[in-house]
């Protein structure tokens, strides 16, 4: 158990539709990212917050936004659902500012109908 | 763009053979990082290299830093069933935030 939690593990819905992922980092960590993981495929990462503020930018959409709250749960926001955006989010946490080591949650996966 | 490049993409080896999964970026990296999924969980953080030409070990796996900080290795010795999964490598490249390579995914057979 590496101490991040995410939720719900499963979700399933349908095309144009909005859905909310949501994570708790560890005890501790300030940092938190979000990755999508696509069948079979590598980790992409998505976004990085730290302490509330965005610190990283990846290869996020548009439809998909992500924040993080005063006490450090973090919420990514996909809208507009395409089939394409089924997949594997993963959330991850980490001490620090920089490339720590990161824990990551045991991710949401996301189908789109 | 940067990019961490990892092969082979999949390998398939009897159990008890060795395996070898290699990670090359395109820019010099300041540390890097080993990871480990298996089937149907998350990602493990296995190992972080920082020197170059820096070699770690953990049991039967050893895990290389290129002199020039642009490639790194990850070597199993004598593999077993428990190895199944998908390897990543993770660099800081400079931007802010680590860059995961592709992953080589390891089917071991019993």
């Known amino acids: 158990d590496s101490g991040v939690t995410q939720t719900p593990k499963h979700l399933i819905t349908a095309t144009g539709q909005r859905v909310t992922l949501r994570c708790s980092p560890r005890s501790g960590d300030l940092s938190v990212y979000w990755y999508q993981q696509s069948l079979d495929q590598g980790l992409q990462f998505l976004i990085q917050?730290?302490?509330?503020?965005?610190?990283a930018k990846g290869n996020i959409l548009e439809r998909f936004s992500a924040q993080q709250f005063p006490d450090l749960h973090s919420e990514l926001n996909l809208s507009s659902l395409e089939l394409g955006d089924s997949a594997l989010y993963f959330c991850?946490?980490?001490?620090?500012?920089?490339?720590?080591?990161?824990?990551f949650g045991p991710g949401t996966r996301l189908t789109v109908l | 763009g940067q990019q961490v490049m990892q092969i082979p993409q999949y390998q398939h080896v009897q159990e008890g053979e060795d395996f070898t999964t290699y990670c090359n970026s395109s820019?010099?990296?300041?540390?890097i990082q080993w990871y480990k999924q298996r089937p149907g969980g998350h990602p493990v953080f296995l190992i972080q290299?920082?020197?170059?030409?820096e070699v770690k070990k953990q049991k039967r796996l050893t895990f290389q830093f290129g002199e020039a900080k642009k490639n790194s290795s990850l070597h199993i010795t004598a593999t077993q069933t428990t190895d199944v999964g998908t390897y990543f490598c993770a660099g800081d490249t400079g931007r802010r935030a680590l860059t995961f390579g592709s992953g080589t995914r390891l089917q071991v057979q019993p």
């Open positions: 290299l920082v020197k170059s030409g």
């Open positions: 917050y730290y302490n509330g503020e965005e610190r």
């Open positions: 991850a946490s980490s001490a620090g500012i920089g490339t720590d080591t990161q824990y």
């Open positions: 820019t010099t990296l300041s540390n």
